[in-house]
Nanobody, 123 residues
Framework: QVQLKESGGGSVQAGGSLRLSCDLS????????MAWFRQAAGKQREGVAA??????YYTESVKGRFTVSHDIAKNLLYLQMNDLKPEDTGMYYC??????????????????WGQGTQVTVSS
């Protein structure tokens, strides 16, 4: 059974940094897609970054500022967020897909989610 748990959220000023972590307990497809999503108040959830053995994937608004990585030995997923902006504010979730995929990770269907960690960026 997959149990995901995020940590590392918090409140920062614009330009600051945070690193989110996700414990991927029970997820055994370590070569396949794993992703970070976020949801701002009143908005739809969006895919932010994802990683698989095939590479990394980012939504346009975070390219050059966010870095997704995976510690295979610890089975931890990370999201390093630099140069944060107020529009990055939201609840951040890690997710794993219903079927193991290795490519196009931000467009896949995900069915396992953590409880989320809040990121608040003030101007």
């Amino acid at each position: 059974q997959v149990q995901l748990k995020e940590s590392g959220g918090g409140s920062v000023q614009a330009g600051g940094s945070l690193r989110l972590s996700c414990d991927l307990s029970g997820y055994k497809y370590t070569r396949d897609c794993m992703a970070w999503f976020r949801q701002a108040a009143g908005k739809q959830r969006e895919g932010v970054a994802a990683i698989s053995e095939a590479g990394t994937y980012y939504t346009e608004s975070v390219k050059g500022r966010f870095t997704v990585s995976h510690d295979i030995a610890k089975n931890l997923l990370y999201l390093q967020m630099n140069d944060l902006k107020p529009e990055d504010t939201g609840m951040y979730y890690c997710a794993t897909p219903s079927i193991p995929y290795m490519s196009q990770c931000l467009t896949r269907e995900y069915n396992s989610w953590g409880q989320g960690t809040q990121v608040t960026v003030s101007s």
